[in-house]
């Protein structure tokens, strides 16, 4: 860079800094050289190293230094010294020995557990008395008190201490308040050839306008003062913007797309009862998927209400003997308990439960969707966690068929950023005919399974719309979808609030 231009950018505060940077090596010296306060001298550093005039090292040094009891000991004397000296006159009570040495009761009782241990003091009948031992060490200088008086005003770590007084300082950590260890954060800095360049330059500590306000304008006070060039070449420190959550940012596109396609969304409580989240969808009660082992169950309240009592006839009819749609239904006697039961939704399809009870044949067509959490009771590991994210959709539409279903998801995925999408036929206990729904990934070059879809049984849709009008369904897990765009191997990593993650993570844009 240019010297002369670099000097015309300089602000008025790196103007102040630039003289003294050979004579010093540090912030604290910077400061006192320059007569900065230290957010100013800290500000010039950081604008100098950006404009790579030098370099900025941050050093740790840990410190002993007095604590609060510590500075009144060194100027009164020890707690232990003062007890002894209460002493060498004549034997006292332990009243007696509060008023004659000012010391508090915690004090008292260091002092007596110290200087018994040293045979400096006896103790009988509820008096105390001064050995002759502790006469003797009365008219020396104690190892304690030595160390407190090093370390006053110094700037000593721990490495630099002796044995006896690391032992003396570790004595005085397990009593209140005397030493404590500091750490301070030194920020030193060295010249770069430019910076080397920049402070033999004649560098005049002149005025310069560095910001054109309203007031200067109307003013006029702007004429014949100079300005301070700004260089648009300059590196400029890198700031973490405030953001959403990423899962959040790819949660909230999820929804866009689906209002976009003319969607409505569907929302709903996280916790349910298994009638909605179970029974409506003709899941039969002995299923495996209502175990302990997949399902979290609430312990209080473990039993919620059942609706209408209509709409449980007909879904009880339709479990034990098919109702009216010609199924022969589960063949079991079905139980109102079982369905009583209150559990964390399993799936976003509990919504689409919900939504097809409350619709009147004036409301449809209809399309809804839903995007939100759902629970499995899952062994936590690198795929599996026992919360994720589901994106649910539902067609209620007389005139709906198969090809409607396949379209609607490759439009979703498209917009998603996956324009090819196959399907599979599969197994799914309340749609017939069911899909498993794979993208083909366009980076890594490979097929990437994503969830089921289908159309609703009419053992789902005749008892909870009145009657069996076609229903497109899907409900695929989105955070594989997260994972693979975010490049993330680990789907723990899509919760694991580490800072550096967040701020570098990049914008969820399709």
């Known amino acids: 860079m240019d010297i002369n231009r670099l000097v015309e950018s300089l602000h008025p505060l790196e103007r102040k800094a630039v003289p003294f940077l050979s004579r010093c090596n540090n912030l604290k010296e910077l400061m006192r050289l320059s007569q900065l306060s230290e957010a100013e001298a800290m500000r010039a550093l950081q604008w100098l190293e950006n404009k790579q005039v030098l370099k900025i090292h941050a050093e740790v040094k840990e410190t002993v230094r007095l604590d609060n009891n510590g500075k009144v000991y060194l100027e009164k004397g020890l707690p232990e010294r003062r007890f002894l000296d209460a002493l060498r006159m004549k034997i006292l009570t332990m009243k007696g020995l509060t008023e004659a040495t000012g010391l508090s009761s915690d004090e008292i009782a260091v002092c007596l557990g110290l200087l018994k241990s040293k045979a400096a003091i006896l103790i009988e009948g509820g008096v105390v008395s001064i050995t002759d031992h502790g006469k003797k060490i009365l008219d020396k200088e104690w190892l304690e008190e030595a160390f407190l008086k090093k370390i006053a005003g110094s700037d000593l770590g721990p490495d630099a201490l002796t044995p006896e007084e690391n032992f003396a300082f570790e004595i005085f950590r397990k009593r209140r308040e005397i030493v404590k ?32 306000t309203p007031a200067i304008l109307a003013d006029g006070s702007w004429r014949n003062k100079s300005f301070r060039r700004y260089d648009v070449e300059i590196n400029v420190p890198k700031i973490n913007r405030g953001k959403r959550h990423f899962v959040n940012q790819a949660t909230d596109y999820a929804r866009q797309v689906w209002i976009e396609m003319g969607f409505k969304e569907m929302e709903g409580p996280l916790v349910n009862t298994c009638f909605w989240n179970f029974d409506a969808l003709f899941v039969p009660q002995d299923h495996p998927a209502r175990e302990m082992q997949d399902t979290f169950y609430m312990k209080n309240p473990a039993r ?15 479990h034990e003997h098919g109702g009216k749609t ?10 109102d308990d079982p369905a009583k039961k209150i559990v964390l939704r399993t799936h976003t399809t509990v919504l689409s439960s919900h939504t097809l009870a409350s619709l009147k044949g004036s409301d449809w067509p209809a399309k809804f969707f839903a995007v939100g959490h759902c629970f499995r009771n899952e062994a936590l590991d690198w795929s ?12 209620v539409d ?29 197994y799914f206990p309340y749609t017939e005919p069911s899909i498993e729904i794979d993208v083909f990934h366009p980076v890594h070059k490979k097929w990437v399974e994503l969830g089921g879809a289908g159309m609703f049984r009419p053992e789902v849709v005749e008892p909870l719309l009145g009657e069996a009008v076609p229903v497109l369904a899907w409900g695929p897990g989105f955070d594989r979808i997260m994972t693979e765009y975010y490049g993330i191997n680990d789907i723990r990593d899509l919760y694991k609030n580490d800072l550096s993650q967040l701020r570098s993570m990049k914008q969820w844009m399709r």
């Open 384 to 395: 599996h966690l026992f919360e994720f994210n589901q994106t649910e959709g539902i067609v």
């Open 398 to 426: 007389p005139n709906a068929n198969f090809k409607h279903l396949l379209g609607y998801l490759k439009r979703f995925f498209a917009k998603l950023g996956f324009p090819q999408a196959r399907f599979r036929p599969a």
């Open 304 to 318: 919620g209400k059942l609706p209408d009592h209509k709409l449980v006839e007909r879904i009880k009819e339709m």
């Open 181 to 212: 260890l500091d750490v301070d954060k030194i920020k030193r800095f060295e010249l770069t050839e430019l910076g080397k360049a920049l402070v033999d330059a004649d560098i005049e500590p002149k005025e310069t306008v560095d910001r054109i």
């Open 326 to 335: 010609g199924s022969l239904g589960w063949q079991y006697r079905w139980g």
